[in-house]
């Protein structure tokens, strides 16, 4: 299929990417792709996940399907895309985040402005590969 032959998406199908629909699903898992990563990593995990789980995963301006926008260098800007784009997947059922390296940075900054916004809140937040806010570690880091 050539591109210009490929259906369109919305503006939210392009920056959210979930390949297993599931309208069973009593939960909905949200991915923060790490620097680099795309949202393909993790939108197959509807895949091999329980029928009662729905996931769905970022997509970063500049990589895949939003390869000729711009990469975006303030994460300000891109959490309020996210949030924005997030609205009407997360209305509907209870949803978690997860996020390894930058993703983990993504998803909490997210989560604090759902919070922030008296927004529906992510039931957990996973991350990974970080050094968490609250560590003294955290005021050695250069910035």
Same mark, same amino acid.
């Given at each position: 299929?050539? /591109?210009? =032959? ?9 920056? @959210?990417n979930?390949?297993y ?10 991915? @923060? !792709? ?6 393909? *990593?993790?939108a197959?995990?509807? $895949?091999?996940?329980?029928?009662? #789980?729905?996931? *769905? ?7 895949? +399907? /939003? ?6 260098? =303030? ?5 309020? $895309? ?8 997360? $209305? =509907?059922?209870?949803f978690? @985040? @997860? ?9 909490? &900054? ?12 992510p #039931?957990?937040?996973?991350?990974? +590969? ?7 570690a955290? *005021? &050695?880091? !250069?910035?």
């Amino acid at each position: 299929m050539e /591109r210009g =032959d490929q259906p369109k998406r919305t503006r939210n199908e392009n920056i @959210f990417n979930c390949l297993y629909k599931n309208p069973e699903a009593t939960f909905k898992l949200i991915c @923060f !792709p790490w620097m680099g990563g795309g949202s393909t *990593h993790f939108a197959k995990w509807g $895949q091999d996940t329980h029928d009662l #789980l729905e996931v *769905h995963s970022l997509r970063l301006p500049g990589r895949e +399907s /939003r390869v000729e926008e711009p990469l975006e260098n =303030d994460i300000s800007q891109l959490v309020d $895309q996210v949030v924005c784009a997030l609205q009407p997947v997360i $209305q =509907d059922k209870p949803f978690a @985040f @997860f996020g390894p390296s930058m993703g983990s940075h993504i998803a909490f &900054r997210t989560a604090l402005d759902l919070k922030e916004n008296n927004q529906p809140e992510p #039931l957990h937040l996973f991350l990974s +590969s970080v050094t968490p806010v609250h560590s003294k570690a955290w *005021h &050695r880091i !250069p910035k």
